[in-house]
């Protein structure tokens, strides 16, 4: 009786905990440690515990919400562990204490809501298994597919299952010129299945063995049945990886006369002083010594972080960097505020040769609580008691354009690198390379890393050459490829050119968009139905 008593608390205990390691390990993918092998396998302990659920072995089995819920977590909550270093928030005037309230806050927020995510994958599969291996693995590859571009629409997301490949593994990353980074996810969460799918056969299959038979003792399942998982799984880790290789190896053809070289300027300017006097004095000695660095190695144009100038537009002509600009006459973006009604925007501004601002891109994606309230009629009241923060900054609308004296542009302004779609589309209208303005520093050098291997995958999914300028690092050069260039320091001042190649091509992405995601719905409904 007690042993019994026993078995039932410990089981679910077990599952738990194995659901939970498993999430932890996926988390450990990307930055800072960036196990990124460990993604092929993290999610099969999951799966398998899901299948057991469905096949009702154990009537203790916890409830398959549940443990999605706390996979969820474990791999959002270390992937996105980051996030606390946002505290002390002395930088924005919040005292220690309610810095700490809020950070703890956000880092349980996100995990919760990735928590939710997995929850929601979990009980869908389990609701709609019938018992078929194949269709399992069909099933549950569109519903992750699905929940992640359901999820990318809205306004918190940052881990895909792609990123966990950036930017160790560039061949398999290149299945995101086919249909953007739900290709790469599809093929993790596939090959995930066919794996747990196999063990799982395994295991029944060998208790089949140790049953006694009347006249044999071999198992009811074929053996070609067991192993064709693995096969598939194979198949599957092989052709993809093929595929991508091919389009990895595709020459960059890098014609000279469409030669472009830019510089960047990482300012290095930290946020507690930033919006200071001594920080702007800092700001423009630093900006406009940059500039006047990189003019003298003969670039063309000069990138500036995220907010690099914090100042709005209408006073830029005023400031030193435009005087440089009005002597040099080289074309500088510039992070500064725009002006929308009484509220202000996160810009990027085009500067010409005689200091005229000639474009405009507004940030469209913002920063729940860093950079806008949500919910402001509920939890504006409580935001306010904990800081001092006032919430007037507007997004920019969706579906931008930025022409340059170069051409279209395709702009994204921090927060933005994750949500893939907006490149997509800034592709498809002609942009012909990648500005990525940023500032990371309120952050960790792991948040750094991450940001920068999402830009890995925007310019692969585009095609496109990415020039990356963030205020502490880790700005940077990434061709069509995914390779980078160059990487700078974190927590330093620095200046760098480079020689860039705009491009009109358009992949299969650009043009048609996530069409694989239509293709695995259909086949996901017509299997449903028939099988």
Known sequence: MLKLRHQKISSPIIYYTLSLLSGIFMGTTVAPIGAWFLAWVSLAT??????????????????????????????????????????????????????????????????????????????????????????????GTTLWCSLESLWSAGPLWWSSLAYTQSPYNLVILHLGQLSGSNTVTAVIVAFNGFIAEYLTQRREDAKEERKPHPKTSVSSVPLWFVNSHLILATTLLITSHFIGLILYSNPLNLTPNTALKIGIIQGNIPNK??????????????????????????????????????????????????????????????????????????????????????????????VPLGEYIPFENILGGIVQRLSPLEAHQVPGQVNQIFDTPFGKVIIGICYESAFTENFRYQAAMGGQFILSSSNDAHYTPAMANQHHAQDIMRAIETDKWAVRATNTGYSAFINPHGETLWKSGYNTYETHAETIYPRQTQTLYVRWGDWLMIVLLILGFLGWVFL
């Open 273 to 366: 002083i930033k919006v200071l006097p001594q920080g702007f004095h800092l700001a423009m000695t630093a900006y406009t010594q940059g500039y006047l660095n990189l003019t003298n190695q003969g670039v063309q144009a000069v990138l500036t972080p995220e907010s690099s100038i914090p100042i709005f537009a209408r006073d830029l002509p005023q400031t030193p960097l435009l005087a440089a600009i009005r002597e040099r006459g080289v074309i500088a973006w510039i992070g500064a505020f725009g002006e929308q009604g009484s509220s202000y925007t996160n810009s990027l501004f085009t500067v010409i040769n005689n200091g005229e601002i000639t474009s405009r891109y507004d940030k469209s994606k913002l």
């Open 46 to 139: 999951l799966w398998i515990l899901l299948i057991k659920i469905t096949l009702k072995t154990d009537k203790n089995y916890p409830s398959a919400p549940v443990l999605g819920f706390i996979w969820g977590i474990g791999y959002h909550g270390v992937a996105l562990s980051w996030i606390t270093g946002i505290h002390p928030m002395d930088w924005l005037g919040v005292p220690w204490l309610p810095s700490l309230t809020i950070t703890l806050f956000c880092w349980a927020f996100i995990s919760l809501w990735g928590g939710i995510f997995v929850s929601v994958w979990a009980a869908l599969m389990v609701r709609l298994d019938r018992g078929n291996p194949y269709l399992r693995v069909l099933i």
